[in-house]
């Protein structure tokens, strides 16, 4: 492998945060998720469960993340996932994607994507398509950031 | 936001400008690095922390439960570097799970890092992210290792400290013993003292360490559960002198300084010109050659 | 102690003799057709990872087999606990429900029972499990979402409203405030004049398996255990038609486990609780009786049989070699089963009757005690009554119409039956053999190698389903493009307003005086590891004290469970 030397920021490992922001401890598809981002060569920070929305953002923060992938099967996406939103706009991180997962009903994706939540993935997506799609909200991120310090 | 203002944000211990620093440092082209690297060098005071052992010893709960007794002495930083997946070259960072909590409390800031591949414990850049973390005004940094073990030994050229934890009845303790980290170690901690065997592992260290000189090498037993003497360990951390600090410049100096060599050679040597004499010739030669019309370049110059 | 292990296995593959008929055939008449066919042959395998072949003969039977097998009500059990099975009693209908406020979960049992539901299962929602009251912060748009909202008494008057208790059965799904809600289900009979001699039911209060594979904790491990041997004390002495703990490999299975796995994990946490009682200072064959278990049955149909079976002669076996009991009771593997959550899917959802139905079979073929069958609708939401019916009358039809439970084990003797099922017993004693290696299973779940044994089980079949390794219809074969979403149930949050304006009226109306004496009390006792909880906690309780408030004392006292790293 190159060992960094030289290398362009945009082509670095994509860096995700995996989170479950809320009571919720169905944690099965989180770590095939892990393992499959690993596999894809991504480097996955796992927030562990039960993690409030503030320790979301300050994680994703701290570790400098591309995309933060949040997962709730409990039903309490929309309230969840906008409580992380909302810790976000607050603090002015506007340069990190948020992409979600889980049991969520068609009927929830307009408002989730409103949010700026992409994704929204149901039961039985194929692996592919989810780590496709971090790939492509990573570059956007990653473009965005470059742009700044140059 | 540019280089210059992430700059300012890391000498005011803005989390996102010290988080960004690093990102940069780690994953873009030397320029940045170098940009940031000079202009923080000088900035901060630090004692840093080396965490390293085997897996499965508890370094993570460790660092959870003492860093924030520590931030009662200072401000405290933390990197955690984790191994890559030699097949994808991705990494699963699960180091923070136990420590979220306390980390949270004392608004600690902690970042996790892939070594890449990177041999020797730490990642390529741990120095560096190390001299931001000092820089934005941390008075301890924790440093904790991939734990792998025996090979773990960069560690001791970036710490001031380094702490060896181990853990009674995995075995451990045989390999600590017999590979190179019973060399590296100022403090040997040995966890889960409420299980069996432990007063034989601590033992056992006490006499090997005897063996080698290092008699006066304190061994602390600590229980993470109840905390059981923590404040020994504590103790030790907050009192400890920080190392010579020539040594440890001149160590990182003639790494980067092989690097650069490195670098800048490599390619000038990749694409000579071989004529069927030099092809000819044993390669050992040839070396002494370019090496002897090097040096007549660097005589020429004036280092001081 | 790995000794023994070592000789079960030893005595296993022993057991087993040469497969000369098979090979004879494979070599005469089988490779001759594949050639002939241009059949290329393919390794199949079980959800365990075992080599399944095409043909399983006599040479298959374990030449022991009149010692292991057993007839119905002979130890070790393996045909079955019960001489004459579901002649005598069939398996109890039990439905696990809960959803909303107490009102509408109390509406949902009526409806149940009314149908021809013969025993209860209470589900609660995500903040019950974890001990938060719904007016916490965090329970914030989890109320009544996955189960039923309990946070005091009141809740728990209102979900049994007009239901008799000493008439019918009820089990609980809850483990890490299990005491709390048993202390809140022991009051209420008493509230009710009825006699705690004659209330039954089952308290799942497995938390090891929390630990493992579901993950609502509250505590430190410790301090859970010492919970449940109070309830265990408690109930043996005054509660006799109680069963205080339900061993759990459900969710050890759901978590992505595989077959062997949520048999071995779930014994060997068995087993703990066994050691457990005997270090308490209870007699063996005073306690063992009341425990049960409760499995999952997966789509794979002989798989899951075996599993069942298997089960019953481990325990049986362990119990009597290895802990002395002489009760036969106490070797009696008595279980409920419940099918895979995990296998329906949310593509094409009324294929999901078909697969319970198979894996439902597999449970009564297996010999269960009582059995839950899910609805089709529960990839996507709670189940609609309508669903529920269909997933009710699933049962009734495979009791009543099919013919399947008039035999006893009627795979018994079955070549392929008998030898999978010492093959499954030898992989489980294989797992203990390693889990005592560790340092007993409570080790082997704090360092974390429990929960990576199961996700990486989970991952490698994840990536044969993406391979197409393996097939889920509707979901990487035979895929509908122009899928429409069928109607599920909805849990709007007028459910959570009116819960919380509840307790809110509730903390009002309580003598609050009374419920910090309580507390108080209850925070001393708890100092002291050699007093029994159980009293104090159902003086908290009568005094209306909640869930959360009573939750944490043990927060304070014992502190938040971390997880391991896995990765």
């Known amino acids: 492998m190159e060992n960094g030397k030289n290398r362009k920021y945009t082509e670095a490992p994509i860096k995700v945060l995996l989170a479950k922001p809320a009571i919720d401890g169905h944690d099965r598809g989180i770590f095939v998720l892990a393992r499959a981002f690993r596999d894809a060569g991504m480097d996955v920070i796992y927030a562990g469960l039960l993690p409030t929305p503030e320790e979301v953002v300050d994680t994703a923060i701290n570790e400098d993340v591309d995309v933060i992938a949040l997962s709730l099967l409990n039903g309490a996406h929309l309230t969840a996932f906008k409580n992380v939103i909302d810790i976000m706009n607050k603090k002015g991180v506007h340069d990190i994607a948020v992409v979600g997962g889980g049991i969520i009903p068609d009927e929830d994706k307009p408002a989730l994507e409103k949010m700026g939540i992409t994704g929204n993935f149901g039961p039985g997506t194929p692996l592919k398509i989810i780590i496709d799609h971090i790939k492509k909200r990573a570059r956007e991120i990653r473009k965005l950031r470059e742009n700044e310090y140059r | ?304 | 102690m790995e000794d023994y292990w070592k000789l079960k296995i030893e005595g296993i593959k022993n057991s087993f003799k040469n497969n000369t008929e098979y090979d004879k055939w494979k070599e005469n008449v089988l490779n001759p057709w594949n050639k002939k066919t241009h059949y290329n042959e393919k390794k199949y395998k079980n959800s365990s990872d075992m080599d399944i072949r095409e043909l399983y003969t006599e040479d298959d039977l374990p030449d022991n087999m009149d010692k292991i097998l057993g007839n119905p009500g002979e130890y070790p059990f393996t045909r079955g606990i019960y001489p004459n099975m579901y002649r005598g009693r069939l398996w109890t209908m039990r439905m696990f429900s809960g959803f909303g406020t107490p009102d509408d979960t109390n509406k949902r049992l009526k409806y149940l029972i009314k149908n021809g539901e013969t025993g209860l299962s209470i589900a609660f929602d995500m903040p019950t499990l974890y001990g938060y009251d719904c007016d916490n912060r965090r329970s914030t748009g989890e109320v009544g979402k996955c189960g039923v909202n309990v946070s005091s008494l009141a809740d728990m008057e209102r979900i049994f409203k007009d239901i008799d208790l000493s008439e019918i059965s009820t089990s609980m799904t809850i483990n890490a405030p299990a005491a709390i809600l048993t202390a809140m289900y022991f009051v209420l009979a008493e509230k009710n004049n009825t006699d705690l001699k004659n209330i039954s039911g089952t308290v799942q209060a497995d938390i090891l398996k929390e630990y493992i594979a579901q993950k609502e904790w509250m505590y430190p491990p410790e301090a859970h255990l010492r919970l449940i041997r109070d309830m265990l004390a408690y109930s043996t002495k005054n509660v006799p038609k109680w069963n205080y703990i339900s061993v759990s490999g459900y969710h050890i299975r759901e978590a992505g486990s595989s077959a062997v796995q949520e048999l071995a994990f779930t014994l060997a946490d068995g087993f703990y609780y066994i050691d457990m009682g005997i270090k308490s200072g209870l007699n063996i064959d005073d306690f063992a009786p009341r425990m049960s278990f409760f499995f999952n049955s997966s789509i794979n149909f002989f798989e899951e049989i075996a599993k069942f079976r298997a089960a019953r002669r481990i325990w049986a076996t362990v119990l009597r070699e290895k802990y002395g009991a002489k009760n036969p009771k106490s070797m009696m593997l008595k279980f409920h089963t419940q099918t895979s959550g995990y296998t329906l899917t949310w593509q094409q959802p009324l294929n999901n009757i078909v697969r319970t139905t198979v894996e439902a079979m597999a449970a009564i073929l297996g010999g269960t005690q009582s059995l839950h069958t899910n609805s089709y609708d529960e990839a996507w939401a709670l189940p609609t009554d309508d669903a529920v019916k269909v997933a009710l009358r699933t049962q009734q039809i495979l009791a009543e119409e099919t013919g399947i439970s008039d035999v006893i084990d009627p795979l018994g003797g079955s070549y392929y039956m008998e030898r999978l099922t010492s093959e499954i017993e030898e992989e489980a004693y294989k797992y203990f053999s390693e889990i005592d290696k560790m340092g007993g299973i409570l080790n082997a779940i704090k360092s974390g190698y429990i929960q990576k044994e199961i996700a990486e089980t989970s991952y490698r079949r994840q990536l044969n389903v993406e391979n197409n390794n393996e097939t889920i219809v509707g979901v990487n074969r035979y895929v509908d493009e122009n899928e429409k979403p069928i109607n599920t149930l909805k849990i709007s949050d007028i459910a959570e307003n009116g819960q919380v304006r509840g307790l809110r009226d509730l903390k009002n109306k309580r003598d609050n005086r009374k419920v910090d004496e309580t507390l108080d009390r209850l925070r001393e006792a708890m100092r002291d590891d050699s007093i029994n909880l159980m009293p104090y906690i159902m003086d908290c309780v009568r005094e209306y004290a909640t869930l959360e408030e009573i939750s944490n004392i043990g927060r304070e006292i014992y502190g938040e469970w971390k997880e391991p790293k896995i990765y």
Do not use: H
């Open chain 2, 1 to 304: 936001m540019n280089i210059d203002n992430l700059i300012e944000g890391i000498l005011n211990g803005d989390n996102r400008s010290i988080a960004r620093a690093i990102s940069l440092v780690e994953n873009s082209d030397p320029v940045s690095r170098e940009r940031i690297i000079k202009s923080i060098y000088s900035a901060g005071n630090a004692k840093v922390i080396g965490i390293t052992g085997p897996p499965g010893v508890g370094k993570s709960t460790i660092i959870g439960n003492i860093a924030p007794m520590l931030s009662d002495y200072g401000k405290v930083s933390i990197l955690a570097v984790d191994p890559a997946s030699p097949f994808s070259g991705g990494s699963i960072m699960g180091n923070r799970i136990r420590m979220q909590k306390s980390l949270s409390r004392k608004g600690i800031f902690m970042r996790s890092t892939s070594n890449r591949l990177y041999n020797g414990g730490l990642s390529e850049y741990s120095w560096d992210i190390v001299k931001i973390l000092e820089a934005s005004g941390s008075d301890f940094i924790i440093l904790e290792t991939v734990g792998s073990g025996q090979s773990d030994i960069d560690i001791m050229n970036i710490a001031d400290i380094t702490c060896v934890i181990l853990a009674p009845g995995l075995g451990d303790e045989i390999q600590a013993l017999k590979s190179g980290i019973m060399e590296i170690g100022d403090v040997f901690i040995v966890n889960k003292i409420d299980r069996e065997g432990s007063y034989i592992a601590i033992k056992d260290i006490r006499e090997t360490l005897n063996l080698s000189n290092k008699i006066k090498t304190p061994v602390i037993g600590i229980n993470s559960i109840d905390i059981e003497n923590y404040d020994k360990f504590l103790d030790y951390i907050v009192n400890w002198n920080k190392k010579n600090y020539r040594e440890k410049y001149v160590r990182k100096l003639r790494q980067i300084v092989l690097e650069e060599i490195y670098n800048k050679y490599s390619y000038y040597i990749d694409n000579m010109d071989y004529t069927e004499d030099t092809l000819k010739r044993d390669p050992y030669t040839t070396a002494e050659i370019i090496i002897d019309s090097m040096n007549k370049i660097i005589d020429k110059s004036t280092y001081k």
